[in-house]
């Protein structure tokens, strides 16, 4: 079955300084990945997804994230991190047989003034 | 234009009251799907709908959860005799369909839901 293991449960850095979230899937075939961000009590919003296109996927606000087979990995990279940020981040994976979406435990992003 | 609505937004109900959860999708988007976001175990699948074929509800905790997609459109998620373990937020996505994955699912507000 189809899983994701987001690495951190929380991760806090400075504004201005980089932002790495780690993501880690399971799947035994090519799978669609994203990102999504839920910023207190608001929706969930997508921040980027990949399809089997190009391996380097930017999103908005800055994101990307870089497909990496051989590491099953789908990390989520922003160069400086902005207060703004400051949300809970889920890596999510589709499922085998229909779209729906299997979600990580998420990652609390915390950005220090 | 519009996103997906869902409502109430807050739903306060007593142990073994039935409730019905509203989902309005964007216009024009085929696919329908509920999740449930809670404390314990996080986001996870309920069901969804995708045009005429038979739900897939492979995702409902107990036959106390049902889900009808009227018309193609709006949707109700009904919790029978509700228990305390229901609480959670329900939120609902649509998405013009894509075979084999990868359409972009967008996502409502949430239904909060609180089981006293």
């Known amino acids: 079955a189809q899983s994701v293991t987001q690495l951190d449960s929380h991760v806090s850095v400075s504004e201005g300084t980089p932002v790495l979230l780690r993501c880690n899937y399971s799947s035994s075939y090519s799978p669609s990945l994203f990102w999504y961000v839920q910023h207190p009590n608001k929706g969930l919003q997508l921040l980027l997804k990949?399809?089997?296109?190009?391996?380097l996927v930017k999103g908005i606000n800055g994101f990307e994230a870089e497909f990496k087979k051989s590491e099953t990995s789908f990390h989520l990279t922003k160069p400086s991190a902005h207060m703004s940020d400051a949300a809970e981040y889920f890596c999510v994976v589709t499922a085998r047989y229909g779209n729906k979406l299997v979600f990580g435990a998420g990652t609390i992003l915390r950005v220090k003034s | 234009g519009a996103g997906v609505s869902q409502s109430p937004s807050n739903k306060v109900t007593e142990k073994g009251k039935d409730v019905e959860l509203r989902c309005d999708p964007i216009s024009g988007h085929t696919a329908l799907y509920w999740y449930r976001q809670s404390l314990g175990q996080g986001l996870e699948f309920l069901i969804y709908f995708q045009g005429n074929s038979a739900p897939d509800k492979s995702g409902l905790p107990s036959d106390r959860f049902s889900a009808e997609r009227t018309g193609g459109s709006v949707s109700t998620l009904t919790i029978q005799r509700t228990q305390q373990e229901d609480s959670a937020v329900y939120l609902c996505a649509s998405s013009l369909f894509v075979q084999g994955g990868g359409d972009t699912q967008y996502f409502g507000p949430g239904t909060r839901l609180t089981v006293l």
């Open positions: 990949y399809t089997s296109a190009a391996t």
